[in-house]
């Protein structure tokens, strides 16, 4: 995709307006607001939310107290051919312990502020696509170190700004021929990026950067074949060149094919889908202003996933069979960013049973099997979860419950209850109540602290026992 699109309201779908308020247990709050509507032959769409998500501190010395805090608006307006769309995006959060080299962190801070800007126009019977994108992005990091973070250099503490910028433009046609569907474009992107500041210890460096810049030429090709009324077969190939304006940085190529089958019937779904794809280091793993290494190959990753839904009166079984394997990776390694040289995989096993009895209360029931290996060191580790979920509606009430059990992980076993109810004062009046991992027995993930040979760990709880109240206003 040319824009990167983060949310998924339309005016087709969502005309109207909602306003949505909550508040939590350590001072969590969030509110946002959306309105869409159509006058005459345009239809526009604004969104603004504001999400500040105050999270318990950790037992450890300095500033870590993993807050984070977002703010987002989006917007859009256009007519059936042609389509204009925005988002700004700032977010301030504390990056936790951070890529600590040595050390155990004091500070690590990060901000962004993101905005985008896209356009979209189609001609010819919607047959001929054209897109125009343009994203910025600038990112900054604060951190400080108990003691040094690189060796015999006295340096403990870290700070640097970066902007990133991307211009876009992709053209498509489609093209239909009997029973095939064919999809042909070509899209071009240009990459800018720029270590605005550093410094080591509060003093400012002074920046030496020749490589700032990547252009991206890339041409696809998709065949969505009708075998008949129940059977689909998809066929895409993609080919990307990247070149780079620096001699001393390894330019890429890259390639993705995908196949997929899909047979439907008014019961029973199959998809099988299988595909191998590369893709090409970003330009900050390449770049030695980031600590980076010119000289990495592309990544390369083979997937195949087979996917079934039987649905049978009021219950639905969803199962899923998926297998990742992953090459040439990449990783830090001693200070250094590298391709690593072990082959890594995950291999997932999920089914769904959902059953409606009643009017509409609904039973979920999730199970899912993991066995995944590190690209580091090859170790293997083997997961299993379970999710029930109970939906019940009683007059004005509609209820929540939801158990989540986590088993294998090096961690140990977490059990992560939650609940809530909704009451609908109205049509468009909803209260609403919610306590997330009430016991406080989620699964907590250790993170390092202190990288080896001295390494150390802290625990922090994935999940935040939480508890919340809201409201929704339609209009």
């Known amino acids: 995709?040319?824009?990167?699109?983060?949310?998924?309201?339309?005016?087709?779908?969502?005309?109207?307006?909602?306003?949505?308020?909550?508040?939590?247990?350590?001072?969590?709050?969030?509110?946002?607001?959306?309105?869409?509507?159509?006058?005459?032959?345009?239809?526009?769409?604004?969104?603004?939310?504001?999400?500040?998500?105050?999270?318990?501190?950790?037992?450890?010395?300095?500033?870590?107290?993993?807050?984070?805090?977002?703010?987002?608006?989006?917007?859009?307006?256009?007519?059936?051919?042609?389509?204009?769309?925005?988002?700004?995006?700032?977010?301030?959060?504390?990056t936790f312990l951070g890529p600590a080299i040595a050390g155990t962190p004091l500070k690590a801070k990060g901000e962004l502020n993101y905005f985008d800007l896209g356009w979209s126009s189609r001609f010819l019977d919607q047959s001929l696509i054209a897109n125009v994108a343009y994203s910025r992005g600038a990112y900054t990091m604060n951190s400080a170190y108990d003691q040094e973070i690189i060796p015999n250099t006295q340096?403990?503490?870290?700070?640097?700004?970066?902007?990133?910028?991307?211009?876009?433009?992709?053209?498509?046609?489609?093209?239909?021929?009997?029973?095939?569907?064919?999809?042909?474009?070509?899209?071009?992107?240009?990459?800018?990026?720029?270590?605005?500041?550093?410094?080591?210890?509060?003093?400012?460096?002074?920046?030496?950067?020749?490589?700032?810049?990547?252009?991206?030429?890339?041409?696809?090709?998709?065949?969505?074949?009708?075998?008949?009324?129940?059977k689909l077969l998809t066929l895409s190939m993609m080919y990307q060149a990247y070149d780079n304006n620096a001699p001393e940085i390894k330019d890429h190529t890259t390639h993705q094919i995908r196949a997929g089958y899909i047979y439907t019937s008014h019961e029973w779904v199959s998809k099988t889908f299988i595909a191998s794809q590369?893709?090409?280091?970003?330009?900050?793993?390449?770049?030695?202003?980031?600590?980076?290494?010119?000289?990495l190959d592309t990544m390369k990753s083979l997937y195949a996933m087979q996917e079934f839904i039987v649905d049978v009166n009021r219950a639905s079984l969803h199962v899923i069979f998926g297998y990742v394997e992953n090459s040439d990776i990449i990783i830090k390694s001693n200070a250094m960013t590298d391709n690593a040289q072990n082959t890594s995989y995950v291999n997932t096993q999920a089914i769904e049973l959902k059953q409606t009895f009643l009017e509409d209360d609904t039973l979920d029931v999730n199970l899912f099997r993991s066995e995944h290996s590190s690209a580091i060191n090859d170790d293997r580790?083997?997961?299993?979860?379970?999710?029930?979920?109970?939906?019940?509606?009683?007059?004005?009430?509609?209820?929540?419950?939801?158990?989540?059990?986590?088993?294998?992980y090096s961690e140990g076993t977490g059990y992560d209850y939650s609940l809530g109810a909704r009451y609908h004062a109205s049509d468009d009046l909803t209260f609403s109540i919610k306590g997330e991992n009430v016991f406080d027995t989620g699964l907590e993930w250790s993170y390092i602290s202190q990288m080896p040979p001295n390494k150390e760990t802290v625990k922090a709880s994935a999940i935040e026992q939480r508890f919340w109240a809201g409201l929704e206003f339609l209009f």
Request: aromatic share 12%.
């Open 155 to 230: 340096i403990t503490a870290f700070d640097q700004e970066h902007i990133d910028e991307v211009l876009s433009v992709q053209v498509k046609k489609i093209v239909n021929l009997d029973d095939h569907k064919l999809t042909i474009g070509a899209e071009y992107r240009n990459k800018s990026f720029a270590l605005e500041s550093l410094a080591f210890n509060g003093v400012s460096r002074p920046i030496t950067q020749t490589y700032d810049a990547q252009q991206i030429l890339a041409f696809f090709l998709q065949d969505d074949y009708t075998l008949d009324e129940n």
């Open 1 to 94: 995709k040319v824009s990167i699109r983060l949310y998924s309201k339309s005016v087709e779908h969502d005309e109207g307006g909602r306003l949505k308020l909550m508040g939590g247990s350590q001072g969590v709050n969030a509110q946002n607001v959306y309105y869409a509507d159509r006058i005459d032959e345009i239809d526009f769409f604004l969104y603004a939310g504001r999400y500040d998500d105050k999270r318990l501190s950790i037992e450890n010395s300095g500033d870590l107290d993993r807050n984070k805090y977002k703010k987002r608006l989006i917007g859009s307006i256009g007519t059936d051919n042609h389509h204009l769309e925005f988002q700004a995006l700032e977010q301030k959060s504390d």
């Open 278 to 295: 590369e893709f090409a280091p970003e330009p900050y793993m390449l770049s030695k202003s980031f600590q980076g290494n010119s000289n």
């Open 381 to 408: 580790e083997l997961i299993y979860g379970i999710t029930l979920r109970m939906l019940n509606s009683i007059d004005a009430f509609d209820f929540f419950n939801e158990l989540v059990i986590l088993e294998g």
